[in-house]
């Protein structure tokens, strides 16, 4: 089975800074996706970024870049120059890459960025 | 583009009644999903369907039957509500085989049992 980690599930940030929110996880397939979901106040589910295990290079999209370091399973988000509106909470989450997408998602990082 | 559109948005049931949550996407996608969503947790698989005319039990199925009316539409009911279904309940849809793309949710329906 597979599962994901979040061990902050608070964090405070400065306006324009960079974040780094951890990601953990376990499985024992080579071959799976990793993805970062934003929950806003309004609760919608919004897709940020996906890293699959065989990708070579990290992924990036915008102001979002997933570290993926696959010998210690973590695959961290990272924020660049934070805004007001990163404000929300920050899901982590994994499926195998085979059938259905069946997500497993951590538990989640409350973000607050400060003016 | 409407995507994925879940009914209602709110409900508020009593011990034991019993409902029907909708669900609908309109990007042709052949895999459709239910989770749910509880105070501070993540969500949780709770049916899919990975391709129409069929559903498979997830993570947290007891309590719960779903029914894949067709390729648009996969609806989630529960028999006999009990206070530990209070929840958020989403609705996702996406394309099997296309791991490297994102699912869609719905916008979420809060669920009230008392």
């Known amino acids: 089975a597979q599962k994901i980690t979040q061990t902050q599930p608070g964090m405070f940030v400065q306006e324009k800074e960079a974040v780094t929110l951890d990601c953990t996880y376990d499985?024992?397939?080579?071959?799976?996706?990793l993805f970062w979901y934003k929950q806003p106040s309004s609760g919608e589910m919004i897709f940020l970024i996906y890293?699959?295990?065989?990708?070579?290079q990290n992924a990036t999209e915008g102001r979002y870049s997933l570290n993926f370091q696959k010998a210690r399973k973590s695959a961290n988000l990272v924020i660049s120059a934070s805004q007001l509106g990163d404000s929300a909470m920050y899901f982590c989450?994994?499926?195998?890459?085979?059938?259905?997408?069946?997500?497993?998602f951590g538990q989640g990082t409350r973000l607050t960025i400060n003016p | 583009n409407a995507g994925v559109t879940q009914t209602p948005k709110f409900q508020v049931l009593k011990t034991g009644q019993s409902m029907t949550l909708q669900c609908a996407q309109d990007?042709?996608?052949?895999?459709m999903y239910w989770y749910r969503q509880d105070p501070g947790m993540g969500l949780r698989l709770i049916y899919y369907?990975?391709?129409?005319?069929?559903?498979d039990k997830g993570e947290v199925p007891n309590g719960y039957n779903v029914s894949r009316l067709n390729k648009r539409e996969f609806s989630l009911r529960l028999e006999s509500a009990a206070p530990s279904q209070t929840s958020v309940y989403f609705c996702?849809?996406?394309?099997?085989?296309?791991?490297?793309?994102?699912?869609?949710f719905g916008q979420g329906t809060r669920l009230t049992v008392v």
């Open positions: 996702a849809s996406s394309d099997m085989g296309q791991v490297n793309t994102e699912a869609f």
């Open positions: 499985t024992s397939d080579p071959s799976y996706g």
């Open positions: 890293q699959g295990s065989y990708d070579q």
């Open positions: 989450a994994m499926t195998l890459i085979q059938g259905a997408q069946k997500l497993v």
């Open positions: 990007m042709n996608h052949n895999s």
């Open positions: 369907s990975a391709s129409e005319g069929t559903t």
